[in-house]
């Protein structure tokens, strides 16, 4: 299992600073659920994580900094879906997914039946196998969503980082999505940083939360003490109320300001998270 360390990062734009003397550290097989609004910086920070961006401070997993390696070797670490992945619209679905295998595959060799067999299963999980033979550019954007997931986990790297990985996504397949990769983690031991929108889904599948805004950490911490109306509120600019379902899991659900009296706990039977503190 793999361990990430971030120790005082930068990553300036120009003038801008995107990041801003962020640390952070995740354990070995531990999700972390990357939240904050627009902007915020998460995408940055997995970017620079990755080694595709240019940063002060130290960003490393178990001890070595992505900029040290080659990108063969940083992809037998990390597997990364990025928000807008570029697809050829030409290529056929399993040849995309294959090339999660590249980083094991001898230059100028060919896949071998190990890696064609991961391939289909990692596809068969993904409730992928229909689609084999499609092109990319004919899929729809939860499905291009799905391959390009697929592909990440084909690589089979101990580390996912995963940038928004099912907003594309109707709610029965983020589950399915969100779910596999859940036992991949422990399957796998998997350690998985994913920056989230879906505050819900955030607090209910990553064991902790990294809250940014303007490029800083805010919080970190168990979702239900990160994910309360107050912290909602003041970074997000939302009006929120912060409930839990009968397993004790969080649920975000956004209210309108006429009319917040009653709504959400008619909507969920919970108690409100921040009244249980
Ligand atoms: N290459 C770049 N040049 C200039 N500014 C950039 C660049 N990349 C990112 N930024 C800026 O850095 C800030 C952080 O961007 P980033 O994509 O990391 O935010 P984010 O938290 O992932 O946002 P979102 O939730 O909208 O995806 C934004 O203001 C963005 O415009």
């Known amino acids: 299992m793999s361990s990430i360390e971030i120790h005082d990062l930068s990553v300036s734009f ?9 640390s952070a550290d995740i354990a070995p097989g531990a999700w972390v659920g990357l939240i904050g609004p627009n902007g ?8 620079a994580l990755l080694g595709l961006v240019a940063h ?3 960003c490393t997993v178990d ?3 992505a900029r040290d390696l080659s990108r063969r070797e940083v992809s037998r670490r990390l597997a990364f879906v990025p928000q807008s992945p570029s697809c050829p619209p030409d290529m056929a679905v399993a040849d995309y997914v294959l090339l999660g295998r590249t980083p094991y595959i001898p230059h100028l060799g060919t896949e071998s039946r190990h890696d064609v067999a991961v391939v289909a299963d990692v596809l068969d999980r993904l409730d992928l196998t229909d689609f084999v033979g499609r092109r ?9 969503q ?3 997931l697929a592909r990440a986990l084909a690589q089979q790297a101990p580390v996912l980082v995963l940038d928004e990985p099912t907003s594309a996504l109707d709610i029965g397949h983020q589950q399915q999505v969100l779910e596999l990769v859940e036992d991949l983690r422990h399957e796998a031991e998997l350690t998985v940083i994913s920056a989230m929108h879906d ?11 990294l809250l940014m805004s303007n490029g800083r950490r805010i919080a970190m911490g168990p979702p239900t003490e990160v994910l309360t109306e107050h912290t909602i509120g003041e970074h997000y600019g939302a009006s929120v109320r912060v409930l839990r379902d009968e397993c004790g899991g969080i649920v975000v659900v956004p209210t309108r300001s006429h009319r917040t009296a009653g709504v959400g706990s008619r909507a969920v039977d919970g108690e409100r998270a921040d009244e249980r503190r």
């Open 199 to 209: 505050l819900t889904l955030a607090g209910q599948f990553a064991d902790e939360l």
């Open 40 to 47: 915020a910086g998460k995408s940055t920070l997995l970017r």
């Open 63 to 65: 001890g070595h900094d």
């Open 14 to 22: 120009g003038d801008f600073r995107a990041v801003d003397g962020l």
């Open 56 to 58: 002060d401070g130290r």
């Open 146 to 148: 799905r391959v390009v």
């Open 136 to 144: 990319l550019g004919t899929l729809s954007g939860g499905e291009l």
